[in-house]
C-alpha cells in the first residue's frame, strides 16, 4: 500500500526529478524547433542533395528507436566526433534530434494548411519577405500547429523517461533511487506516475484553452 | 491607340504574350495596350486564360514569351522592378484573401505601412479615408469573419486602395457572393471607375461591362477572340464564338 509519510518525505526529490524532466524535455523541444525550422528549408531547398539530407534524416529518425538514438548520441557520438557529453547534454540534444524531425511534419503540414491565396494577397500588396513571413503567415501558422505542437510536446515529456538509462536523474530515475533506497516502489512509481500525469495534463488544459481562443478571435 | 505619346505611357502595354502550364498553352499571342484611365473588362468561357492574363501583370503568374510593360517599365525577372511594378498595381481576388488574423483596419494599414513606409497614424488615416469610401466605416475594428462577403469584398478594395495603386486588377471579384449582395460591390467598382481609375476587370457581370467599360475583351483558348467597346460588343459582336458566348450567357 501507498505509505503517505514516506511519500512526504521523499516528495522533494521528486519535485527536482520532475524540474529536471520538464527542463530537459523544454530544452530538447526548443532546439528541436530549431532544427526543425532548418530541415523545413532543406526540404523546400532548391537543390535536391539538400532535399535529400532532410528527406534521410527524417527517415532515420522515424526509422530507429528513441532509445538507441539516445545510445548513439550519448556513446557514439563521442567516439566519432572526439567530444564528451555529459549524460544531460546528450540527453536534451538526442530529445532535439529526435523531435526535430517530427515538428518539421507538423510545420509544413500547418503551412500547407495556408491558403495560397494568403501569399497571393502579400504579394500583390509588395509586402516586403520579412513582413510576409511574421506578420502574415507566422501569425496563421501558430495557430495551425499549437495543437499538434502541444501533443508533440507531452510525447517528448513522456520519451524523457528513457534519459534515466543515460543516468540523467529525471523524473523516473529519482523514482528508481528512491525505490532501491526504501524499498518501495510502489510509493516510487506512483507518485513519478502521478506527477507525470499533473503535468501533462496542465498542458493539455492549456492547449484547449489557447484553441478556443484562436476560435474566438478569428473566422 | 497604339501610336502613345512619348509623354504618357500605357499604362499596361502587353505584346506577343505567351504562357505555358507544362504542357498546356494557356495565353497565345496576347496584345492589349490600356490607356491610363482606362476600364477593361475582360470576359469569357471559364479556362479561356482570362484570370492568367491579368494576374501576369502583376507576376503572380510569369510569362513564358512576349513582354508587359506597366507605365513604361518592362516586367522582368528582377525582385526590385517586380516590387516596383506591385506597388503600383491593386488587385482584388475572387475569395478576398483578406489577412484573416488581423481586424479590417490592420489589414488595410499593414501594406502602407512596410511597403510605403508610411507612419502608423498616417496609415490609420489613409485606411479609414478608404474604408469610409467603400462604405464600412463602422467595420474598421472587426475580423474578417465576422463580415459578410460583400463587406470583405469592399474591405479588400480598400485594402488595395491604400496603397494608392495607379492600376487596379479585379480577379472575378464577385463569383464568390450571394447574388444579392453582388450589387453593393459592383456599386463600390463603379464609383472607382467614375474616379477615372485604371481598371482591368475579370466578371461575367455583364450589366457592369455595358455600364462601365470603355473596351470589353473577349477570350477564349487563351486568345483574344474579340475587343469592342461595350455598344459594339454587345448589340454587334463581328465573332460567331463571341455571339454564341453572349447568347449562353444572356439566356
Redesign the interface.
Known sequence: MLDVSNVYDTFPRFLSGAGVTLGVSLAGFALGTVIALGLLLLARSRLAPARWIAAVYTSFIRGTPLLVQILVVYYALPGLMGIDLSPLVAGVLSLAFNSAAFIAEILRAGLTRI?T??F??A??????RH?VAF??IL??LM?NVVPPMVSEFTMLVKASAILSVITVVELTRTAQHVMTETFRPVDAFVTAAAIYFIILYAFSMVARRLEHNDKR??? | MNDMPETEPAAVEITGLNKWYGDYHALRDIQLSVAPGERIVICGPSGSGKSSLIRCI???ERHDKGSITVEGLELTDDKKRI?TI??E???V?Q?F?????MTILENCM??PM??RKLTRPKAEELARRFLGRVHIPEQADK???QLSGGQQQRA?IA??LC?SPRIMLFDEPTSALDPEIIKEVLDTMIELANDGMTMLCVTHEMGFARQIADRVVFMDHGRIVETAPPGDFFTNPRQDRTRLFLRQLLH
Open positions: 491558403p491565396g494568403q497571393e494577397a504579394k500583390a500588396l509588395a509586402l516586403p513582413v506578420n502574415v501569425p496563421q495557430r478571435a478569428a473566422r | 502583376n507576376r503572380l516590387r506591385r506597388r498595381i491593386g488587385m481576388f475569395h484573401n483578406l489577412f484573416p488574423h499593414l501594406a512596410s511597403a475580423y474578417p469573419g479588400a485594402r488595395a496603397m
